[in-house]
T-cell receptor
Framework: SAVISQKPSRDICQRGTSLTIQCQVDSQVTMMFWYRQQPGQSLTLIATANQGSEATYESGFVIDKFPISRPNLTFSTLTVSNMSPEDSSIYLC???????????FGPGTRLTVT | KQEVTQIPAALSVPEGENLVLNCSFTDSAIYNLQWFRQDPGKGLTSLLLIQSSQREQTSGRLNASLDKSSGRSTLYIAASQPGDSATYLCAVIPPKGTGNQFYFGTGTSLTVIP
């Protein structure tokens, strides 16, 4: 398994601002993913963070709104840009390790936009 | 598109009772299925991974079964304890090469009453 940490754990932000969420893994991993969980909803994949290239975004999510960086095999960031109250969610980082089909999740970042 | 449903949405049982959580999915062409636990405001903890060639997996008091042909999985919790109170999510993992999207159900919120 992998141990994943996220910063910040929670934040309250004003409309129109941006927040960058960090995800750190204790070992090198091939795959890193960013999910969103809106209130009362299940998880939806935002994008796959690719090391050394642009992230791969799922339908309904765009790079201008959710820019992602992945500078190495243990770290990634997700930025939520020009926030609105609809962006209030828990944002979760997850990883997949080589040789395992499981995904492991970080503790999440609870974002509230006022 | 794969759709995952979990029934019931909420369940309340007295301590010590055995219980079953249900997960159904519309497309039987899955790779694996994973059960998670989510505590309020927190990230996801992986409980069990069932590969498509398996019919069940066991870990302690938990037993998960998979019937691909009928599009169903169940999570059996024996001798429930108050510490089992959480939301339980199932996620269907698509076949390799078809994308990274895990398809999550909306979860079953379990309360175990002391």
């Amino acid at each position: 398994s992998a141990v994943i940490s996220q910063k910040p754990s929670r934040d309250i932000c004003q409309r129109g601002t941006s927040l960058t969420i960090q995800c750190q893994v204790d070992s090198q991993v091939t795959m890193m993913f960013w999910y969103r969980q809106q209130p009362g909803q299940s998880l939806t994949l935002i994008a796959t963070a690719n090391q050394g290239s642009e992230a791969t975004y799922e339908s309904g999510f765009v790079i201008d709104k959710f820019p992602i960086s992945r500078p190495n095999l243990t770290f990634s960031t997700l930025t939520v840009s020009n926030m609105s109250p609809e962006d209030s969610s828990i944002y979760l980082c997850s990883v997949g390790t080589s040789g395992s089909d499981e995904q492991y999740f970080g503790p999440g970042t609870r974002l509230t936009v006022t | 598109k794969q759709e995952v449903t979990q029934i019931p949405a909420a369940l309340s049982v007295p301590e010590g009772e055995n219980l079953v959580l249900n997960c159904s999915f519309t497309d039987s062409a899955i790779y694996n299925l994973q059960w998670f636990r989510q505590d309020p405001g927190k990230g996801l903890t992986s409980l069990l991974l069932i590969q498509s060639s398996q019919r069940e997996q066991t870990s302690g008091r938990l037993n998960a079964s998979l019937d691909k042909s009928s599009g169903r999985s169940t999570l059996y919790i024996a001798a429930s304890q108050p510490g089992d109170s959480a939301t339980y999510l199932c996620a269907v993992i698509p076949p390799k090469g078809t994308g990274n999207q895990f398809y999550f159900g909306t979860g079953t919120s379990l309360t175990v009453i002391p």
